[in-house]
């Protein structure tokens, strides 16, 4: 008889534990378990419950845990986070197998052993195992529902729901919104018609990866040196400040000929312009010139800061308006949620659960296929919010180096601008990060030989190339 010690632990986060019963089989080179139930059926949350699973005689080298959740009597479903289980076989060796994530009832998990190999280097591979859907959890589907259902409250109370009312000023606005008031709100609120906070966003706002240093303006944005001279310091001019570097500039090109939506039955208008800033003495990032459309023309003027006031706002606010639909369609739906969804998908389908790169993202992947999924009810339904175009326009000029902080910042001419915070913040954390996962991986790929011969690897490599960048080979992957 030969025995086997099992410690489960249950997560801590709320809502992890369950009233369900818990089965468990090992399997092992040399044969398997029967499949037991363990015989505690409170797996409350953070606890960890002792056990003891008895076999005929020793399962050999350890390579599998299967567990199962079925229903207690009937009690509601509870989905259960399980963390892992620690097996300490007859031979006195303590294996980890690390779960880590929600188990409904009905379903089975099968876990590998806690340390990381690649396909070439088990000595004993098992078949491949299905990649399991990461869906939300019960206690991030209730806090979704607590929000919506708080949200609508709100509004009713304040006679929103439904309502047709236009907001007349900012002082109407302020009585809606008056119980999400913060610090930065109340300075919004007061300066965001003034132009060094309006060019303080380009770098530290909602799409701070816009902007480029321009050394030479493009031949369809025919700014003058008089035009600009009143803005610059005196004694300078606009060549002479492109040179120092001092010049930058936000192109809208990718919105020209996108279809606007329409209200009321008349289109609305998109405004695929320029915005030429200047850095001034002060290291204040000033707009100086706004041209609303790509091809001059007598009815598409420069804008300049000594035009009427309601003019030159005016004109800063379409060139706002097409950065929000860029940043919304293309940094944060596209490059963000599809983007992530594509390397989702293919290390779940290329990697085993002990493959070492599995290890280092899965945790990572947390609710990014379920967030994607609800998006697309809700932005890419007929009735959606976003536009295919835009996000296809920008999907195009999507590289892997755009996708890296340090290399994305020196391709824009942004590596020493000052007041640049998303820049300054941004490298920390990304050298953190950098750090940690060169770490990992150079120990697991010590040459570019072992990269080669890893198919595993390869093939999730092969799937991102083809179905996130459409074996674009202009984009550098």
Request: charged residues 25%; proline residues 5%; aromatic residues 10%.
């Amino acid at each position: 008889m030969a025995e086997y010690k099992l410690e489960v632990t249950t997560g801590d986060m709320q809502y992890a534990g369950t009233w369900d019963n818990i089965y468990v089989t090992l399997l092992g080179t040399e044969g398997q378990s029967e499949r037991t139930k363990l015989d505690n059926f409170d797996f409350s949350t953070g606890t960890t419950g002792i056990y003891t699973v008895k076999t005929s005689s020793s399962l050999g080298k350890l390579l599998l845990v299967k567990m199962e959740k079925d229903p207690f009597l009937i009690l509601p479903e509870d989905e259960w986070y399980f963390s892992k289980v620690v097996v300490t076989t007859p031979e006195g060796e303590a294996i980890l197998f690390p779960c880590y994530r929600w188990i409904s009832r009905g379903e089975l998990v099968e876990l590998r052993g806690g340390k990381a190999m690649k396909g070439c280097e088990e000595d004993h591979p098992l078949s491949e195992l299905p990649a399991n859907e990461i869906a939300y959890s019960k206690s991030k589907s209730t806090e979704l529902y607590n929000t919506k259902l708080m949200i609508g409250l709100e509004l009713k109370l304040k006679g929103l729901l439904g309502s047709t009312e236009k907001w007349k000023n900012f002082e109407d606005m302020k009585k809606i919104l008056w119980r999400k008031k913060t610090t930065m709100s109340e300075y919004v609120a007061e300066h965001w018609k003034e132009d060094d906070f309006y060019g303080s966003q380009f770098l530290n706002g909602v799409n701070p990866n816009v902007i480029k240093r321009c050394s030479e303006l493009p031949p369809n944005f025919p700014v003058t040196e008089e035009m600009v001279k009143p803005f610059l310091a005196e004694g300078t001019s606009l060549q002479k400040e492109m040179e120092k570097g001092n010049i930058f500039l936000c192109d809208k090109k990718k919105m020209d000929g996108i279809p606007p939506r329409a209200k009321n039955g008349e289109p609305l208008h998109v405004t695929p312009g320029f915005c030429l800033l200047y850095l001034n003495q002060e290291d204040k990032l000033m707009p100086i010139a706004i041209q609303l459309e790509q091809q001059p023309s007598e009815q598409n003027p420069i804008f300049l800061p000594s035009d009427p006031e309601t003019d030159w706002l005016l004109a800063k606010m379409f060139i706002k308006n097409a950065d929000v639909m860029d940043q919304v369609a293309g940094q944060h739906l596209m490059n963000t949620h599809f983007l992530a969804e594509v390397f989702t998908v293919a290390a779940l389908r290329s990697f085993s659960v002990i493959h070492p790169l599995y290890k280092l993202l899965f945790p990572h992947f947390r609710f990014t296929l379920s967030t994607g999924i609800s998006s697309c009810k809700t932005v890419l339904s007929p009735e959606g919010i976003l536009n295919f175009e835009l996000m296809r326009r920008a999907h195009s000029e999507t590289t892997y180096s755009s996708l890296c902080l340090p290399e994305n910042i020196t391709a824009q001419g942004l590596e020493s601008i000052p007041n640049f915070y998303y820049r300054d913040d941004g490298l920390k954390r990304w050298n953190i990060i950098n750090s940690f996962v060169k770490a990992v991986v150079e120990y697991y790929y010590p040459s570019d030989s072992e990269v080669l011969k890893d198919t595993e690897l390869q093939e999730c490599i092969s799937e991102i190339f083809t179905h996130g960048f459409l074996g674009n080979k202009a984009s550098g992957t």
